[in-house]
């Protein structure tokens, strides 16, 4: 059962921008903390954004006024890319942590930046 659904991965120009969206299914309850990583080839895997339970975000300090992060209720988070970089090209996961400690992860969605 895919717990975690993503979407709005996709090739982009330098400098442009790409919305993804992550949808956490109805058998995941008391999410506190949604999230946003990403893993580039050879490269472990890194947070890039962040947001709790209380809307405050966090972010990688190389995407820190480039990308938003934002969440619309309980079960939906989002990550705006803009001015995006070709060393913004990973996979981008999506990952919850219930206020239980359980966790999950999407299945990425690949972001390619190049000319």
């Known amino acids: 059962q895919v717990q975690l659904v993503e979407s709005g991965g996709g090739l982009v120009q330098p400098g442009g921008s790409l919305r993804l969206s992550c949808a956490a299914s109805?058998?995941?309850?008391?999410?506190?903390?949604m999230a946003w990583f990403r893993q580039a080839p050879g490269k472990q895997r890194e947070m890039v954004a962040l947001?709790?339970?209380?809307?405050?975000p966090k972010y990688l300090d190389s995407v820190k006024g480039r990308f938003t992060i934002s969440r619309d209720n309980a079960k939906n988070t989002y990550l705006q890319m803009n001015s995006l970089k070709s060393e913004d090209t990973a996979v981008y996961y999506c990952?919850?942590?219930?206020?239980?400690?359980?966790?999950?992860w999407g299945q990425g969605t690949q972001v390619t930046v190049s000319s």
């Open positions: 990952y919850t942590l219930t206020s239980g400690g359980q966790y999950y």
């Open positions: 109805e058998s995941i309850f008391s999410i506190n903390i």
């Open positions: 947001i709790g339970s209380d809307g405050k």
